[in-house]
T-cell receptor, first 113, second 114 residues
Framework: GDSVTQMEGPVTLSEEAFLTINCTYT??????LFWYVQYPGEGLQLLLK???ADDKGSNKGFEATYRKETTSFHLEKGSVQVSDSAVYFC????????????WGAGTKLIIKP | GAVVSQHPSWVICKSGTSVKIECRSL??????MFWYRQFPKQSLMLMAT?????????EQGVEKDKFLINHASLTLSTLTVTSAHPEDSSFYIC??????????FGEGSRLTVL
């Protein structure tokens, strides 16, 4: 079945460092890919998404490109801030399954000042 | 503003009691809502799909009689944890999907069973 694999955390970086959180997937068909973020004490929020191969999702300085050839959707940010500290979830879903998402395990990101 | 509202955000109860968690879609009518459970340091686990006007569809391994789901209207779904025990303590999250595929999540409800 479909699955999502995320790099294990926690990931600890200094402020202004470059961030990459790896996400790879296996899927039949052509799913949409999502990154969700959960800030401390808050609910999940959609960070960005891509609906087809080579699409790039971006939001709040974060980017991820839907790479079909490598089945990846890595999350990147050029210069992280302390406020980016959160748990990040990679997920895939398709209209066929009514967007019941399949989730990665989540990666906790800690940014130190 | 919030698209999905969940209530209560935190509840503590005694073992053996039942707890009801509400999930409301504020901006649009939702024929389908999802209920998730999040264990510490683990990913979200889909528990069930709540369908308005019909029985919920439960994922394998989720006890239907334990976690009662009612989707009585297009804007409200409820999850009732019956005869709660400490092992039911968790973070429960609901979400609502638009036909664009975007999911909107509630703030989550933290259940602590003493």
């Amino acid at each position: 079945g479909d699955s999502v694999t995320q790099m294990e955390g926690p990931v600890t970086l200094s402020e202004e460092a470059f961030l990459t959180i790896n996400c790879t997937y296996t899927a039949t068909g052509y799913p949409s890919l999502f990154w969700y973020v959960q800030y401390p004490g808050e609910g999940l929020q959609l960070l960005l998404k891509a609906t087809k191969a080579d699409d790039k999702g971006s939001n709040k300085g974060f980017e991820a490109t839907y790479r079909k050839e490598t089945t990846s959707f890595h999350l990147e940010k050029g210069s992280v801030q302390v406020s980016d500290s959160a748990v990040y979830f990679c997920a895939l879903g398709s209209k066929d399954s009514n967007y019941q998402l399949i989730w990665g395990a989540g990666t906790k990101l800690i940014i130190k000042p | 503003g919030a698209v999905v509202s969940q209530h209560p955000s935190w509840v503590i109860c005694k073992s053996g009691t039942s707890v009801k968690i509400e999930c409301r879609s504020l901006d649009f009518q939702a024929t389908t809502m999802f209920w998730y459970r999040q264990f510490p340091k683990q990913s979200l686990m889909l528990m069930a799909t709540s369908n308005e006007g019909s029985k919920a569809t439960y994922e394998q391994g989720v006890e239907k009689d334990k976690f009662l789901i009612n989707h009585a209207s297009l804007t409200l779904s409820t999850l009732t944890v019956t005869s709660a025990h400490p092992e039911d303590s968790s973070f429960y999250i609901c979400s609502v999907s638009r036909d664009t595929g975007e999911l909107f999540f509630g703030e989550g409800s933290r259940l602590t069973v003493l």
